[in-house]
């Protein structure tokens, strides 16, 4: 049984932090590049940032470029989102998606997490 479960999402100010973890099981996670997604309310899925499976190269989406920070700790089976500076803008459910390096698939999907960025 593959397992991708987000935490860490909270109503929060803006300019305030948030951390966002995934805890995945059923699966060989350390094989597997690792990505977050977000949809925003009446919006489309949006690509936020990804991580290789050696995890030593990392990406951002424009929006996320200075304020976004993804990691992994593959001794745990996790996947962490450090979010900075957030904006209103950054309101949306987010996922944690692992993708097929081979064909650009993204083939297991969590439940999501929602950041709500308001004052």
């Known amino acids: 049984e593959v397992q991708l479960v987000e935490s860490g999402g909270d109503l929060v100010q803006p300019g305030g932090s948030l951390r966002l973890s995934c805890a995945a099981s059923g699966f060989t996670f350390s094989s597997y590049y690792m990505n977050w997604v977000r949809q925003a309310p009446g919006k489309g899925l949006e690509w936020v940032s990804a991580?290789?499976?050696?995890?030593?190269?990392?990406s951002y989406a424009d929006s996320a470029k200075g304020r976004f920070t993804i990691s992994r700790d593959d001794a745990k089976n996790t996947l962490t989102l450090q979010i900075n500076s957030l904006k209103p803008e950054d309101t949306a459910v987010y996922y944690c998606?692992?993708?097929?390096?081979?064909?650009?698939?993204?083939?297991?999907w969590g439940q999501g997490t929602q950041v709500t960025v308001s004052s």
């Open positions: 991580i290789n499976s050696g995890g030593g190269i990392t």
């Open positions: 998606v692992a993708m097929d390096g081979s064909s650009d698939t993204w083939e297991y």
